[in-house]
């Protein structure tokens, strides 16, 4: 399985920005997605996740919650992350993750250490 995150870039506060995360090797609909973001200097930490089933169930990070839509499209193989009203705290290296065994409430409340397959980071940076 391999995760290609795409969309990064620099952008000022309060602007928009959407990433992309493609899963191949698999069949896509079998897994929960999540994304992640790792600040400079920072630990990784969790950002949103989604449910792999028809009215899909999702969870975001307090800190991004009513600013971030996640979301999937199956037929293209494709996870979304809609970022808006950006900040400059929200600069970090952010990570697609994906994984067939568990739910997207596990990933929530049990974060990285339950994902098996990640992306290789596209960064976000946002200046203010």
């Known amino acids: 399985v391999q995760l290609q995150a795409s969309g990064g870039g620099l952008v000022q506060a309060g602007g928009s920005l959407r990433l992309s995360c493609v899963l191949s090797g698999d069949t896509f609909s079998t897994y929960a997605m999540g994304w992640f973001r790792q600040p400079p200097g920072e630990e990784r930490e969790f950002v949103a996740a989604i449910s792999r089933y028809v009215g899909q169930t999702t969870y975001y990070a307090d800190s991004v919650k009513g600013r971030f839509t996640i979301s999937r499209d199956n037929a293209k193989k494709t996870a979304y992350l809609e970022m808006n009203s950006l900040m400059p705290e929200d600069t970090a290296l952010y990570y697609c993750?994906?994984?067939?065994?568990?739910?997207?409430?596990?990933?929530?409340?049990?974060?990285?250490?339950?994902?098996?397959?990640w992306g290789q980071g596209t960064q976000v940076t946002v200046s203010s």
């Open positions: 993750a994906a994984d067939p065994r568990v739910r997207a409430s596990d990933i929530y409340y049990r974060g990285a250490s339950v994902i098996d397959f």
